[in-house]
């Protein structure tokens, strides 16, 4: 069964970079069944898809973060990366890694998901 | 970008009884080549990520009890769950996997009453 865990500092300075992993055990990050996503909910609020990446490398990012981000992949560690920079109070959130299957070509829904990591963008 | 909105906000509903979130999406999404509607249902509890209910607007997934389902088609869903348990108290969202920005949404909180 495949289980997604996220890892990486709890507390960012405004300005300065997040950076989390997320590590996949029990399947190959290498298959080409699956995107690879992260998606984010600040506390008390919604939710919101940041991006995926593909194991080709091929990534997708939601408009509203893109000038900002990057989604890197590390087959050989079973592992992907965000990297959103310049942050602020309002990228503080928890962020979620997720799995999600592709079928007829295209991206279906996010099962199974890492428990999250609350991010706090605060000097 | 497809723009989900869920109604109520928040319902309050007695143990045993019929509880019903709406759904509707800015945009169809059906997808013609393969008849499907690439809408799904997540429960979130305090503390815990989100866990999938349905998917394809109405397939329950392995494991979800039967009192859940979910109907619609093109912009208008529904999830329904047939007779509420204390267990079922969560935050239920919907969310369109159509076309990307992938988006949820903003959640609608069931309470027992």
């Known amino acids: 069964q495949v289980q997604l865990q996220e890892s990486g500092p709890g507390l960012v300075k405004p300005s300065q970079t997040l950076s989390l992993t997320c590590t996949v055990s029990?399947?190959?990050?290498?298959?080409?069944?699956?995107?690879w996503n992260w998606i984010r909910q600040p506390p008390g609020k919604g939710l919101e898809w940041i991006g995926y990446?593909?194991?080709?490398?091929?990534?997708y990012y939601n408009p509203s973060l893109k000038s900002r981000l990057t989604i890197s992949i590390d087959t050989s560690k079973n592992q992907f990366s965000l990297k959103l920079g310049s942050v602020t109070a309002a990228d503080t959130a928890v962020y979620y890694c997720?799995?999600?299957?592709?079928?007829?070509?295209?991206?279906?829904?996010?099962?199974?998901w890492g428990q999250g990591t609350l991010v706090t963008v605060s000097s | 970008d497809i723009v989900m909105t869920q109604s109520p906000d928040s319902l309050a509903v007695s143990l045993g009884e019929r509880a019903t979130i709406n759904c509707r999406s800015s945009q169809s999404v059906l997808y013609s080549s393969n008849n499907k509607n690439y809408l799904v249902w997540y429960q979130q509890k305090p503390g815990q990520p989100p866990k999938l209910l349905i998917y394809?607007?109405?397939t329950r997934e392995s494991g979800v009890p039967d009192r859940f389902s979910g109907s619609g088609s093109g912009t208008d869903f529904t999830l329904t769950i047939s007779s509420l348990q204390a267990e079922d108290v969560a935050v239920y969202y919907c969310q369109q996997y159509y076309r990307t920005p992938y988006s949820f949404g903003q959640g609608t909180k069931v309470e027992i009453k």
């Open positions: 997720a799995r999600a299957s592709r079928q007829w070509l295209r991206i279906t829904w996010f099962d199974p």
């Open positions: 029990g399947g190959s990050i290498s298959s080409d069944d699956y995107y």
């Open positions: 990446i593909y194991n080709s490398g091929t990534t």
């Open positions: 394809w607007a109405s």
